[in-house]
């Protein structure tokens, strides 16, 4: 059940403090630059609905547990709220928050009819069997099932969740519809198994996109990516796909980190190689035999072309920060970089693809599966990969000749353009009353 590899066991555990202020730093900074409406200000600055469920669940033993699970829904000025559902020790009500404000930045920015929202419920997966985390997850859907819908709320999978867990939302949500509605809401979430309504792809979407963005970059400044060396921090889905399409461009997979500890060789990782080890290790890209263990506390400070951080949020920060020998780091994770560490950063000239951008590749996906529910359409892999690459292209094209001409980081570009598209949503509609 367990998909994404996080980060090392000690940082496993660490809650995310510090995320709400880092997304806080963020919108400011760019509202100032914007000069953003006060009144429009104020209403992004807040969520629009915070949900909290405690639920009990009975376990293989016959004992009963109680879970809390939450659904925080920031903004839905452009569309339904839109955003991931993850099972962490460290899911509370200040990361869905931060969460879900990134989420609204994001699907705007990536001209989405969507709003944002996140949640999940605080859990270590691996502690239960297959059979708890289903009744877990049907319990949490029937806990939210009047907050969430196909054209109100649609969750998709996050850390630690994946296409079997939206197949069971899906399942629960449409059992407690009338029956003459049950088909109209399969889209209440995305990232659903191909089988089961699901987008051929998506996948490999988020991963793909952080490739994408890394090759975009490449291309506008004329650097060939062969035999570039990147290091993954995550080496779950997003981690996984990025390394492997990377790797078919030329580049030279040196270093790995997931939640069990690190490895490096810096001759070359094959990912296909490690991902199959993975899989009969539980998991675990520890003792992989064609690398060796390496300190999980020097990790970011290999050296290496390119940063691939795809784990949880705040992992490089002051303490870190000077050690990183990348020139570009690609976020495939939300909040990878606190305000702190961004700030030694770009004072050494090290180039961010932002969250936002680099990682959109997922929710461009679920767009696209959303539509395809709602059409009654089925969509082949190469159409589904050309529409990506479209999408992803225009908005990289956006940020980074933003960034140019108005001589800024590509992250207060992307946040501009993502807050400039709600402020115009809200001046055109007015504010009710």
Same mark, same amino acid.
């Given at each position: 059940?367990?998909?994404?590899?996080?980060?090392?066991?000690?940082?496993?555990?660490?809650?995310?403090?510090?995320?709400?202020?880092?997304?806080?730093?963020?919108?400011?900074?760019?509202?100032?630059?914007?000069?953003?409406?006060p009144n429009i200000r104020k209403i992004l600055s807040i969520t629009n609905n915070e949900i909290i469920v405690h639920f009990p669940v009975k376990m293989d033993n016959g004992e009963v547990e109680i879970f809390t699970g939450y659904r925080v829904q920031h903004n839905n000025a452009l569309g339904p709220y839109k955003?991931?559902?993850?099972?962490?020790?460290?899911?509370?009500?200040?990361?869905?928050?931060?969460?879900?404000?990134?989420?609204?930045?994001?699907?705007?920015? @990536?001209?989405?009819?969507?709003?944002?929202? %996140? *949640?999940?419920?605080?859990?270590?997966?691996?502690? $239960?069997?297959? #059979?708890?985390?289903?009744?877990?997850?049907?319990?949490?859907?029937?806990?939210?099932?009047?907050?969430?819908?196909?054209?109100?709320?649609?969750?998709?999978?996050?850390?630690?969740?994946?296409?079997?867990?939206?197949?069971?939302?899906?399942?629960t949500y449409m059992s407690t519809r009338p029956p003459a509605e049950r088909s109209a809401n399969l889209h209440v979430v995305t990232g659903k198994p191909a089988g089961s309504g699901g987008l051929e792809g998506r996948d490999r979407a988020t991963g793909y996109g952080v490739f994408l963005t890394i090759k975009f970059w490449a291309d506008k400044n004329k650097i060939n990516l062969e035999n570039k060396k990147f290091i993954v921090q995550g080496f779950g889905n997003v981690g996984?796909?990025?390394?492997?399409?990377?790797?078919?461009?030329?580049?030279?997979?040196?270093?790995?980190?997931? @939640?069990?500890?690190?490895?490096?060789?810096? %001759? *070359?990782?094959?990912?296909?190689?490690?991902?199959? $080890?993975?899989? #009969?290790?539980?998991?675990?890209?520890?003792?992989?035999?064609?690398?060796?263990?390496?300190?999980?506390?020097?990790?970011?400070?290999?050296?290496?072309?390119?940063?691939?951080?795809?784990?949880?949020?705040n992992q490089i920060t002051k303490d870190n920060a000077h050690d990183i020998k990348a020139t570009l780091i690609a976020e495939g994770a939300n909040g990878p970089i606190n305000v702190e560490g961004e700030q030694i950063l770009v004072e050494n000239g090290v180039t961010i693809i932002p969250d936002i951008l680099c990682n959109s590749g997922g929710v461009i996906g679920s767009y696209f599966e959303w539509l395809q529910n709602r059409n009654g359409e089925l969509w082949q892999l190469e159409e589904v990969v050309a529409k990506l690459d479209k999408k992803l292209k225009e908005s990289f094209n956006k940020v980074y000749e933003y960034s140019i001409k108005e001589s800024m980081d590509m992250r207060t570009a992307a946040y501009c353009i993502a807050i400039e598209r709600i402020e115009k949503a809200y001046v055109l509609r007015g504010i009710f009353p």
């Open positions: 059940m367990v998909e994404v590899a996080e980060l090392n066991k000690k940082a496993h555990k660490k809650p995310l403090k510090g995320m709400m202020e880092n997304v806080m730093n963020q919108f400011n900074h760019a509202a100032d630059i914007i000069n953003l409406h955003g991931g559902l993850r099972y962490h020790p460290t899911v509370d009500i200040d990361a869905a928050r931060a969460l879900a404000m990134w989420m609204t930045w994001k699907t705007s920015l @990536a001209g989405l009819p969507y709003g944002g929202g %996140k *949640g999940g419920i605080q859990i270590d997966p691996s502690k $239960y069997s297959t #059979s708890e985390l289903e009744r877990i997850t049907r319990r949490f859907t029937f806990a939210l099932a009047d907050n969430i819908g196909p054209e109100h709320d649609i969750p998709a999978p996050d850390v630690n969740t994946n296409s079997q867990t939206m197949a069971w939302i899906s399942d996984y796909w990025a390394s492997y399409f990377l790797e078919k461009e030329g580049a030279v997979l040196v270093a790995v980190q997931d @939640a069990f500890g690190s490895i490096e060789n810096q %001759k *070359g990782i094959d990912v296909e190689s490690l991902f199959n $080890y993975t899989k #009969s290790n539980a998991g675990s890209i520890v003792g992989f035999p064609i690398a060796n263990d390496t300190s999980n506390d020097t990790f970011f400070g290999i050296d290496c072309d390119i940063l691939i951080p795809a784990a949880l949020g």
